[in-house]
T-cell receptor, first 111, second 116 residues
Framework: EDQVTQSPEALRLQEGESSSLNCSYTVSGLRGLFWYRQDPGKGPEFLFTLYSAGEEKEKERLKATLTKKESFLHITAPKPEDSATYLCAAGRGGSNYKLTFGKGTLLTVNP | DAGVIQSPRHEVTEMGQEVTLRCKPISGHDYLFWYRQTMMRGLELLIYFNNNVPIDDSGMPEDRFSAKMPNASFSTLKIQPSEPRDSAVYFC??????????????FGPGTRLTVT
């Protein structure tokens, strides 16, 4: 059975304090690893797709990386507006449209 | 584009009643997904459609749940009869197999269902 585990469950940072979120996965024939951001009361918002180990993608203060067993979302010098729940999802081989989501990391950035 | 539209945004019903959730995907998208989100289980895929045809409904919890997609611009998720354990936020998402990043799923705002 496909599994995606995110850690930590919650992370509290001071503004400017860089850190990383972890997503470990057990998926047969990974076809894509996805990161989403979810604000309270809203649907998940797509951030990145990573397809192969060693791949990196960046968007503003966020950088996502991928290895054969896990992905990291690095947050550099975060701001309060980066506060949200970050979700990781894995798409399996042969059916990339079917995603298995982790439970997310709730990030709080204090000013 | 208006994005994925869901209605209602909030639904409160009594146990045993029928509940119908509605979704309008992004125009031109050929995949539609229904998810359920709870604190305990996170975001779970219930069913997804391709070109209006159900492809995988293995996530539908019980026969009380059913989903239809009569055309490319409308889908429903029905629960009959509803139970308190069905209380959750239900999301609809859509994606396009023709897009450059064809596996990106775009989510609606969700329907918060409370069954008392």
């Amino acid at each position: 059975e496909d599994q995606v585990t995110q850690s930590p469950e919650a992370l509290r940072l001071q503004e400017g304090e860089s850190s990383s979120l972890n997503c470990s996965y057990t998926v047969s024939g990974l076809r894509g690893l996805f990161w989403y951001r979810q604000d309270p009361g809203k649907g998940p918002e797509f951030l990145f797709t990573l397809y192969s180990a060693g791949e990196e993608k960046e968007k503003e203060r966020l950088k996502a990386t991928l290895t054969k067993k896990e992905s990291f979302l690095h947050i550099t010098a975060p701001k309060p507006e980066d506060s949200a729940t970050y979700l990781c999802a894995a798409g399996r081989g042969g059916s990339n449209y079917k995603l298995t989501f982790g439970k997310g990391t709730l990030l709080t950035v204090n000013p | 584009d208006a994005g994925v539209i869901q209605s209602p945004r909030h639904e409160v019903t009594e146990m045993g009643q029928e509940v119908t959730l509605r979704c309008k995907p992004i125009s031109g998208h050929d995949y539609l997904f229904w998810y359920r989100q709870t604190m305990m289980r996170g975001l779970e895929l219930l069913i997804y459609f391709n070109n209006n045809v159900p492809i995988d409904d293995s996530g539908m919890p019980e026969d009380r749940f059913s989903a239809k997609m009569p055309n490319a611009s409308f889908s429903t998720l029905k629960i009959q009869p509803s139970e308190p354990r069905d209380s959750a936020v239900y999301f609809c998402a859509s994606s396009s197999s023709l897009a450059a990043s064809s596996y990106e799923q775009y989510f609606g705002p969700g329907t918060r269902l409370t069954v008392t």
